[in-house]
C-alpha cells in the first residue's frame, strides 16, 4: 500500500487515516500539517480524524476481534507477521530516521538506532506470543483447574510525540503478540511513522481491520477512544495531566488502563564516584534536548565533589552542537510551545533567586529561527521550586547537593513523579541502597538511558500505571480466564 492518498500540490507527502486495511480520507475531509521544527518547511499532511472516524476504527477493531483470525490464530502464526515486519522495519532503518528526525527535530545522526531496536522488540514478543501459557491447578477428587491466557480484546493505543515509532512499538508488539486488535491514535506532531508501521504490518501479513490508525486531536480523537463503547483497553503513554484525564473516560465502562507518563528523575553521584562517567550520565538529561520522559533531569550530587562534577557537566554541556544538520548533537524542541514553556520554567527559576549556570537563553544556530534551547544547568534551587518538582521536558538540568546516604534518598524521592532514578557508586552496598530506596519504576546503576525488550519499565507514584516490555509487558493486553473440569459431572 502506498502511504500517499493524494496529491497535494506540493511536495508535502500526505498520509490519510488507516481503517480496516484501507487508506481513507477523515469524514470531514479535513487535513492539517505539520511543519518541522528544524527546518520550517511543511514534512506531512495528515486526515484530521474526527469522533465519526474514530468509531469507524473501532468497528474495524471490534469485528477484527469479535469474528477475524488474528484472536483465534495460533502463537506461531502471529509470530510470524511479526518477525516479518521487523525484518521490513529493518530493512527501511533510513526512511524511519529521516521520518523521525523530520517531524520531531532530532538530528538524524542520533536516530540510526531506531529501526533496529523497535525490530528487537517486535522479534522479542514475536517469541512471547509463543508462551502464552495457563496454568493447571490440581483440585483433588473435584477434578482440574486450568487458566486460559486471552486476549483482552480491542486496545486503544495513545502515543506521544517524542519517539513516535519506538514508544508505539512498545505497545503494538505485545498487544498484537497477545491476540488484540488495536486503534492507534499517534500524536499530532509526528503521526508519519506511526502510520508507516501500519503500513508495514499489513504488508507483513496481519489481517485487515487489526491494527486501525486515526490522526487528528488528542481532546478529539484520543478522548473518542477513552469513552468508547467498543473499546476495552487504554494504553497511553504522554502527560500525566492527559493520562489523569484519559483514566476518568475509561472509568465509565471500566475499559482496562495503562499509563506509562511523566518523569523528574534524580541521578545521584555519591562521592566515590567516577566523575568522568557520572558527568556522561548527566549529560542524558540533554539527549532529545531533554524531550524524553526518563531523562536525569535532576542532579543529586554529595557536597564534597559537587563543584568538579557540576563543572564536568557544564563543560561537555557547551560542547553539544546545535543545529539542523544531520551530525549535530540537538536540534531544536519540537515546536515553540514547547521552548517557550521551557524558557517560562528558566524565568521562574531566575525570579527565584537560582543560578543559571550555563545557557538559560534561546539561541539560533547558524541563524537558524526554529525552536532551539541550549543545555542548561541551574544551581541553587529550593526543593520546593516548581523548576525541580515539576516535568519541563526541555534540556534543564538542577543540581541538588547531599551529605548523608538517607539524605541522598530523600531528595531523590521528593515529588510526585517515579518513573527513573540512578546511582553512580564504586560501592555495591551503597548502590543496593540506593536501588531498593529509590519510589521509581527503573534504577540504573553506573549507566543510564539503556532499555532492552527483556526489561520491563514504567512507572510509581503518578508516573504511570502498569508496565511496559519484558514479559510483564503482556500482562496489561491479557485476560486470565478460569476454567474447572470435573470428571465426574454434577455440581460436587
Ligand atoms: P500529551 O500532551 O499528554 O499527549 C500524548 C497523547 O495524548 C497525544 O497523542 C495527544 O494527542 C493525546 N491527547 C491529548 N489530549 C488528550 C485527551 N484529552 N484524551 C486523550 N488523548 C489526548 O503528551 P506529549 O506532549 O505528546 O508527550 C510528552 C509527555 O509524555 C511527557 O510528559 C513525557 O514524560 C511523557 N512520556 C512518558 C513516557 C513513559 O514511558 N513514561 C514516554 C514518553 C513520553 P495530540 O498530540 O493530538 O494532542
Not at 115 to 142: E, K, N, Q, W
Not at 203 to 226: D, F, I, S, Y
Not at 452 to 462: M, S, V
Request: hydrophobic share 40%; glycine share 12%.
Amino acid at each position: 500500500m502506498s502511504s500517499t492518498v493524494e496529491a497535494t500540490g506540493d511536495t508535502a507527502p500526505t498520509w490519510g487515516l488507516l481503517v480496516n486495511g484501507e487508506s481513507m480520507a477523515a469524514g470531514s475531509g479535513e487535513v492539517f500539517d505539520r511543519v518541522s521544527p528544524a527546518t520550517g518547511q511543511v514534512v506531512g499532511r495528515f486526515a484530521q480524524g474526527g469522533v465519526d472516524d474514530v468509531d469507524r476504527a473501532v468497528r474495524a477493531a471490534r469485528a477484527a476481534f469479535d469474528q477475524g483470525p488474528w484472536p483465534r490464530s495460533s502463537g506461531s502464526e502471529r509470530a510470524e507477521v511479526l518477525h516479518e515486519v521487523a525484518g521490513l522495519l529493518r530493512s527501511k532503518s533510513d526512511r524511519y530516521a529521516r521520518l523521525e528526525s523530520a517531524h520531531v527535530g532530532i538530528p538524524y545522526g542520533r536516530v540510526g538506532w531506531l529501526t533496529d531496536y523497535c525490530a528487537d522488540v517486535i522479534d522479542f514478543y514475536a517469541g512471547a506470543a509463543r508462551m502464552l501459557f495457563g496454568r493447571s491447578i490440581p483440585l483433588g477428587p473435584a477434578g482440574i483447574g486450568l487458566t486460559f491466557q486471552e486476549p483482552v480484546g480491542v486496545v486503544a493505543a495513545i502515543t506521544p510525540w517524542n519517539f513516535p515509532l519506538v514508544l508505539t512499538t512498545w505497545k503494538v508488539a505485545a498487544a498484537l503478540a497477545s491476540g488484540c486488535t488495536m486503534v492507534v491514535k499517534p500524536a499530532s506532531q509526528a503521526p508519519a511513522s506511526v502510520l508507516e508501521l501500519g503500513i508495514d504490518l499489513l504488508e507483513a501479513g496481519l489481517p485487515p481491520g487489526v491494527l486501525n490508525v486515526v490522526t487528528g486531536p488528542g481532546a478529539v480523537v484520543g478522548r473518542a477512544l477513552a469513552d468508547h463503547e467498543g473499546v476495552d483497553k487504554v494504553s497511553f503513554t504522554g502527560s500525566t495531566a492527559t493520562g489523569r484525564s484519559v483514566m476518568e473516560s475509561a472509568a465509565r465502562t471500566v475499559k482496562r488502563v495503562s499509563l506509562e507518563l511523566g518523569g523528574k528523575s534524580p541521578l545521584v553521584v555519591m562521592s566515590d564516584a567516577d566523575p568522568s562517567a557520572a558527568s556522561d550520565a548527566a549529560l542524558e538529561c540533554f539527549f532529545n534536548s531533554g524531550q524524553q520522559c526518563n531523562v536525569p533531569s535532576r542532579l543529586v550530587v554529595a557536597s564534597s565533589i559537587a563543584d568538579e562534577m557540576i563543572g564536568a557537566v557544564i563543560e561537555k554541556a557547551e560542547r553539544q552542537r546545535l543545529g539542523p544538520d544531520d551530525d549535530a548533537d540537538l536540534g531544536p524542541l519540537v515546536d515553540e510551545r514547547q521552548l517557550q514553556t521551557v524558557a517560562s520554567y528558566v524565568d521562574l527559576a531566575r525570579r527565584e533567586g537560582a543560578d543559571v549556570l550555563t545557557g538559560g537563553e534561546r539561541v539560533y544556530p547558524a541563524d537558524q529561527r526554529g525552536p532551539y534551547y541550549p543545555p542548561t544547568v541551574i544551581d541553587g534551587v529550593e526543593a520546593t521550586s516548581r523548576v525541580v518538582a515539576e516535568e519541563i521536558f526541555g534540556p534543564v538540568l538542577t543540581v541538588q547537593r547531599f551529605d548523608e546516604l538517607d539524605e541522598a534518598i530523600d531528595v531523590a524521592n521528593s515529588g510526585h513523579f517515579g518513573l527513573a532514578g540512578g546511582v553512580f557508586t564504586g560501592d555495591l552496598d551503597v548502590a543496593l541502597a540506593v536501588a531498593r530506596g529509590l519510589r521509581v519504576g527503573t534504577v540504573w546503576v553506573n549507566t543510564w538511558n539503556k532499555t532492552y525488550p527483556e526489561l520491563p519499565t514504567g512507572g510509581f507514584k503518578q508516573s504511570g500505571l502498569g508496565r511496559e516490555l519484558g514479559l510483564e509487558g503482556l500482562s496489561p493486553y491479557l485476560e486470565t480466564k478460569t476454567v474447572q473440569l470435573n470428571p465426574h459431572g454434577g455440581s460436587r
